[in-house]
């Protein structure tokens, strides 16, 4: 058996697993996951791991059993991919399961909601304009107590047990229909400093010169907290890598 048949069929396998790859990659960071999000909910790190497992596993499996005149090489390659391709899927499942598909504006600060926190509940009325999306970037919203006593009441003691009122999409609305509360309860950029470095403070806000940023809000991630820029208009501008908080 020729050690250049082998490897010539491992280089194969690894330009099948470069594509998946990219196309995990396009997934993860350009629509589930966009800068700084990855870094929130720490997710660099799972998927990486996840990936490169996947990924050199299947071509390495090429390299030690591939032999032309092998009979069941062909079934055995094939139960190669099948491997791969199941460890592939279920890897990016787990990660879609994590994505954030809100940023949800609740009292004083923004929360970021994974799909699989949406699942706590299949009894709650979702509306089709609050349906979690696979293929879309996170989406802004605001949660809002119900206008019910009784209601509102339960949402807080649930809130209590740590069951957030945004993780509940009935609780949904516009995010513009939170302008008026949300520039009450926006923070000021010059607190930034108190927790962040004066470069990377100025790093940011320079690159965001040309918008008109009344302050900044809270988000909470999975590990690590972040910041919303806020426009004049109460708009969202951009979450960057800044700590609202010790």
Sequence with gaps: MSWKNRFYAMGLHSLFSLGLLLIALFFVFRIWYPAPLDKAMGVTQ????????????GPLLTFIIFNPIKKELKWD????I?????????GLHTVAQGRPVWQVFVVDDI???????LKLDLNIRND???QAKLFSQPRWVSAVYSSNPIIAYQQKEDEIFGRSLAIRPETYQPFQARTKQIKVKVRKID??????????????????????????????????????????NS????????????
């Design 128 to 130: 089709n304009q609050y």
């Design 82 to 90: 099948l491997i791969q391709m199941s460890a592939y899927l279920y």
């Design 111 to 117: 929360e970021l909601v994974r799909a699989i926190d």
């Design 191 to 232: 607190t930034l400093f108190k927790f962040n470095t004066k470069q990377d403070v100025k790093h940011v806000l320079d690159n965001h010169k040309e918008i008109e940023i009344i302050g900044f809000l809270p988000v909470k991630g999975l590990t690590n907290d972040m910041v919303l820029l806020v426009g004049k």
């Design 46 to 57: 799972v998927f990486w791991v996840i990936l490169a497992i996947d990924l050199m596993l």
């Design 235 to 246: 708009q969202p501008i951009k979450i960057v890598d800044l700590r609202p908080w010790h």
């Design 77 to 80: 390659l094939l139960i190669i």
